[in-house]
């Protein structure tokens, strides 16, 4: 059991505790709290390496005695914690490493421990300067993405809310969201416009405690009774549906691009009437659901904190008049990008140049691997022909075993595997001369969906203030991220067709959908850029907002300089193929 009590003289507004568990504790079920940074997939869940963070619920703020007179049920809360662990001893004590408070303002010293209890007393920080609060709950915070839980009209035992998700990040987005949480006081949807749930099944109601409580209702036309329902958009034909449509911001199948590409695509909306059970049976008893997670197709990951109470969002007054009417009750859930670990990349990048004969391929298992894969997970990749890149991996090997034989290259007893990876991006240094330098951008799509409105952007340590302009693209220089480039295709060209088959599919490889463009930089601000010594490369590489995996080395130039006519060659025979492919397809 874990305790946390304000004895302080400043309430404690959406109170979070780190505990750092070490003996590779499993977390069966936790009562008082929710974890914030678990997968959101629910439990059991496996403790973090870095701490398991634990948010407040029901009983998010903790007052002061001051202001409560003492009263405990309003000062302090008690988290239950159950759960597994591994390697102690039946007589051993089994402690957390670390138990501190992580709100903002505070400072913790190390722990003080005496056999089965341990304790810590949390000061407010003197040097920290808190922004003052203007506002009755807590401001509103900026995230990667954000969702706002509004409450509109609220009933004894329903309310009726409106769920908002804001795309704040220049480089975020998702295409084909799938949005899900968990309720925890047993609610239901028993409707919802602008959005709709992948299951709707009324025997999960009747059979659990909604059917025991409401006996005389029916259910076969609820939307959802799952304690974890999966959300998602709606398609643009149900836009102007009188039933499930007509909301502001509704209906784009699932895609939230960022405000770079599209203000009026950055937003979703749809709402949703929730009918409650018993203990919370009167029209102040509202609750968010917890443990927001959204996943896109192919784009970033987001980790998302607990709801939090804010002030209640205004709205303007449907009748048009000058008024706003505010929500009954507002919570936000502020989400961030994270960083791809090793090997869980959704897109990847290979790097050539004019200096060298071989292309530097996608990482091994880049994008993930199976565990039963025929081939060694942890080994280097062959490099390659530069004609390789364009056929898909099953139809490089024998490519690669013969390129590596011409080169003398050592051959692996166990080939490496695959990098995995949908979406693939070239990075060719193209030209390298006194007054500036080129490149050549190409991008793979090696699945059967098309990208529509896709982008990418490049970040780098030094050539950003040389950039000149990119040829086939539309070229756009950010701030944040600092030192990037975006690029997206021109009116027209922004779709990137999947992987089709060749022209006699009995003997030809499948055909990638590719888009290509030449970028070009000046080194009058640049002056002392090295650009065949890493200089000429990104330092990270995005598409559709995921980070793609970048090769752990750079081309090692050939014993002779070549000239780049064969590269060039291959890469417009890929234009070619594109265009001829196109033609057909038209």
Partial sequence: MATVMNAGAYELKSWKILIGFQHEELLVSVDGAVVANGDGDGFPIKVGKNGTLFAGFPQSDLETAIDTAGDYTKMMVQVNIKGTLFGVKPSATPMPKTVKLVNDGYKCPGATRRGSYMHVCCKRDPKFKAKKIKTKFMPRQYGDLSFTYDILQAYENKYMAQVTIDNNHPLGRLDQWNLTWEW???????????????????????????GQYYQDFDFSTVMNCQKKPIISDLPPEKENDDKVGRL????????????????TKARAIFQLEVLKLPPDMNRTALYPPQNWKIEGLLNPTYECGPPFRVDPTEFPDPSGIAATYSAVASWQVSCNITHPKPKHAKCCVSFSAY?????????????????????????????????????????????????????????????????NCGVSINWHLDTDYKTGWTARITLFNWDEIPFVDWFTAFQFKKAFPGYEKVYSFNGTKLTRPSNTIFMEGLPGLNYLVGEVNGTHPDRDPRVPGKQQSVISFLKKDTPHIKVAQGDGFPSKVFFNGEE???????????????????????????????????????
């Fill in 548 to 586: 793609c995996a970048l090769p752990k080395q750079l081309p090692i130039r050939s014993g002779a300089t070549r000239s780049p006519i064969s590269m060039l060659s291959a890469i417009l025979l890929s234009a070619a193929t594109f265009v001829l492919l196109s033609g057909r397809l038209n």
């Fill in 248 to 263: 502001p911001y509704c209906c784009k199948n699932g895609t939230l691009l960022p405000n770079t590409m599209n203000e």
């Fill in 184 to 210: 925890m006081r047993n609610e239901f949807i028993n409707s919802m416009k602008g959005a709709y749930t992948h299951r709707k099944d009324p025997s999960d109601c009747i059979y659990g405690p909604q």
């Fill in 355 to 419: 200096y060298a004969d071989s292309v530097v391929p996608c990482n091994t298992c880049a994008c993930g691997c199976d565990d039963d894969a025929g081939c060694n997970q942890n080994a280097a990749p062959l490099p390659l022909p530069p004609d390789a890149l364009l056929v898909p991996f099953a139809n490089r090997t024998q490519k690669a075993i013969a390129w590596s034989k011409l080169k003398h290259h050592k051959l692996p007893a166990k080939l490496p595997c695959p990098d």
